[in-house]
């Protein structure tokens, strides 16, 4: 295939599908991996297809043993060199308690939030060392900023990855990868995630009180327009962080001002 | 005027100029202001027309009590509604012990990098509010997020400058004017400002060291691609802060590994 | 005089009043200044008096040329060595939009905030420096580190502050000399400040709601015991930064968590 | 037992047995856990009787299942109230590439750094909840607050750990539980962490070079005073987070600055 590769891990109908279709559209063979719903997943190859682009589903438990690595010598054998990995993964359960929140919930967290992004680094950096380049963007979120309450998994793990961004940037960077950490700082605009979390009648609730002609809550798509901008900066001029959110959101580190 | 206005306040030949010769060959009227070389800027324009932009030059002295006002009230005026400004003056001295940084040097500093800003969101803010959009891009450094040795003037102003961003994201974003902090954490490949800084001798010395083919200095061209990308970003998803540093070169936040 | 001296800038009731009275307590001799209330100042040189210790008061308009300079050479050669410095000035103006924020508020704020703590350095610095020792404290806020709503000249100012601290630590800390950056994030139950802010009777009200027996206001006697802790830390193990608030108070990095 | 209890998990020669130390010098009764070396355990806890205080040693394999969990419910049951819990393991391996940061040395930092804590916290919060009551102090390291490179290991943990501090003191600052996160940005004069990782002649070498009369290791006797300071801060003035280094060091924020 002489078509650049672009590997989504975690590629749902929200950031990560809408993604995968922005770089299919121009030019790259999306590969697409989630963990459940081959429905959902052949939907989306078809989608990407029925726009003349190309594509390849896999379902993929990132949590179990070997998974991510295998996937990446998959694709780097059989499809192509990976040129752009979008990590993509992420494990947010909700506000719960300190009680509430089992300590398989919290591994399970860091288990796919932190260590599924070393284990993707650990198979896929040295292709990328050997060819000189590569982008391995990070979808991340304000927990990995701070810890808000209710947020313990999360933001433990979100708090990992963030730090080991910053590590791979250190290493790889200079060996021409880059690595990317992007916080999306409020409620994205994504029937699988957001959706449900929230069940269908307060997510349409939320969706008509900020998001459709509001813009209030981030767009799968603009997202995407950042995350492919973001993989043609020149070497000379890279990101490694920037937040993302609506222009009506409140920043994690603002409180409400009252008097305004 | 139906194109869109783009106002450069530090137009020189490095990231302002370039920015504003991108943002003209997208259909932006550019208006550039720098405090001299006359020539330098008749240079800019005539380059942007030759390339069949267009553009305005202004001499400013950002320091004069409401020049930056003026400027706003003229272009509002006379040429059209100002879509995009780019602040991108600094007042970057070089390393100075405490007692060889004058009080005088100190408050330039400030007068150029902080209040040089808040005099221009004073008087460009309404007009965008009225609007209801606008953006407001400013060119920020390291020295904003860290203060290092020997730059008490410049990262005191730069750390104003900073939190300024954010309390005119914090009011304006909501009203649709887009607020971004741009963090530039390295050398840039311009002539105007470390060429001068270093001398022509050391300037092309460090160019043909780390710049060049070796894309070790930031290159103003891709840094306006970013700038244009952020003025271009759905209100639905906007970044208020991000960094862009050369591949190779090490983030403020990284001390270097000797061992790897 | 035997004593070492520690000289307070902005020494009103609340923190600047009741950390020179701890220090006072512990045998120095408290160098008190503030820009009005001679009364207030007499009471609190006379109530440090009543304690057995040693006080000296003095009026001064720190935004004035050469007043903080003056100050320090009068001390220095009348009275004693300055051991420990307290900067705790502050131009917190209450929320206001950029309309409202005029120029000349703006820039007082830098003044006070800023531009002051440069010019006590730049005076006090060289003196420690020849001691090898020496200790600023600096009291600040939350708006040093991310700027809310309607903070335009508080923000600005105090980011200023934060980074010029670690500018003064990066120079002077290997000299001796321990530069502390000390966050206030939250209201303080001080008559001077909040009270006159607030009014008598919203003071009073937020005392009774926050405050007295529930310890939600931070109260100045233990914000001065760690003022003095910091103040005696052996130079193996100094801290720069760190934060202090009520336990009850929301950290300004945490959005509150409706759910738990 | 009427002494309050001082539990600190990883008590070697360095912080966490000096501290314990300390702590019992100041009336409580010290719990010291540690992984192996029951002879030098034994040694400690000797020392604190020696200087007349209570102390009692356990051999705790903190990764282990349940251990945490059990130690807590032992103390509580037979010895008393865990006032102060210290939460000193880390995991730290040295500088090492990707390709040599094994899966299993990668889950094991986490597993100490971060797991470790939050069992410790699920084990012991409810506990103090009931008190109302309760410290819990962790000693984090520069690699919390950015990843340098040949840290993928205990950057990820120790940014998880820091998220973990905040989440936890968001939902417990207000029961009363001060959770504190303790960035030691340096190396500590210890000879059972350093000491080891560098070796004797290495550890000696560097003792001569920085530590010693010229204070330029952290003293771990001086790290006590602040940690004893930290477990008494009155509630109405409460630090989250600081740092500590010794004078001579370079900040972490910080870039050495060659020409001062």
């Not at 989630?34 to 297809?49: M, S």
């Not at 991510?68 to 359960?93: C, F, S």
């Not at 209710?150 to 791979?168: E, K, V």
Request: charged content about 20%.
């Amino acid at each position: 295939m002489t078509k650049p590769v672009c590997l989504v891990v975690g590629a749902g109908a929200g950031i990560g599908g809408t993604t995968a279709k922005r770089f299919a559209r121009e030019g790259y063979h999306a590969c697409l991996a989630r963990r459940t719903d081959k429905e959902g997943l052949d939907r989306l190859v078809g989608e990407i297809e029925a726009e003349s682009g190309s594509a390849t589903g896999f379902i993929l438990n990132a949590a179990e043993e070997n998974s991510i690595e295998r996937l990446v010598e998959t694709i780097e054998a059989d499809i192509g060199p990976i040129d752009v990995a979008i990590y993509n993964l992420g494990a947010q359960i909700g506000d719960r308690t300190l009680a509430e929140t089992s300590l398989k919930a919290f591994e399970m967290g860091w288990r796919i939030a932190t260590f599924g992004l070393f284990r993707l680094a650990w198979a896929l950096c040295p292709h990328m060392v050997q060819r000189g380049k590569g982008t391995v963007l990070v979808t991340s979120a304000t927990a990995a900023m701070r810890g808000n309450g209710g947020q313990h998994s999360h933001a433990a793990a979100m708090g990992g990855r963030r730090m080991l961004c910053q590590t791979l940037n250190a290493q790889f960077a200079p060996r021409g990868i880059h690595v990317v950490h992007i916080v999306i700082d409020g409620a994205v605009d994504a029937p699988d995630t957001l959706g449900k979390m929230l069940g269908p009648a307060r997510y349409q609730e939320l969706r008509e009180r900020k998001g459709l002609e509001k813009d209030g809550l981030l767009l799968p798509a603009e997202i995407a327009n950042t995350y492919f901008h973001l993989a043609h900066q020149h070497r000379s001029a890279w990101t490694h962080e920037l937040d993302l959110r609506a222009f009506s959101d409140l920043p994690w580190w603002n409180h409400p001002s009252l008097s305004l």
